[in-house]
């Protein structure tokens, strides 16, 4: 099983976050995490909000307007 913090690290690595991979986030975090995975998650929005970190889903929003 994939953990939060391993999509975190790839995310962050690439500086891309896909739909799969928030989509997969989403199913993580709705479960039990241990905090390792709760501060790896705050690292990744610091990194989205500092514009180290796309979203593909937001560049999909952006295109359909």
Not at 25 to 37: F, G, T, V
Not at 40 to 46: I, P
């Amino acid at each position: 099983m994939i953990l939060i913090r391993e999509l975190v690290q790839q995310a962050i690595a690439t500086g891309y976050l896909t739909v799969e991979a928030e989509e997969q986030l989403r199913q993580l975090l709705a479960k039990k995490y241990d905090r390792e995975d709760l501060t790896a998650f705050m690292r990744l929005q610091q990194a989205a909000m500092a514009g180290n970190v796309r979203q593909e889903s937001r560049e999909l929003l952006t295109a359909q307007c």
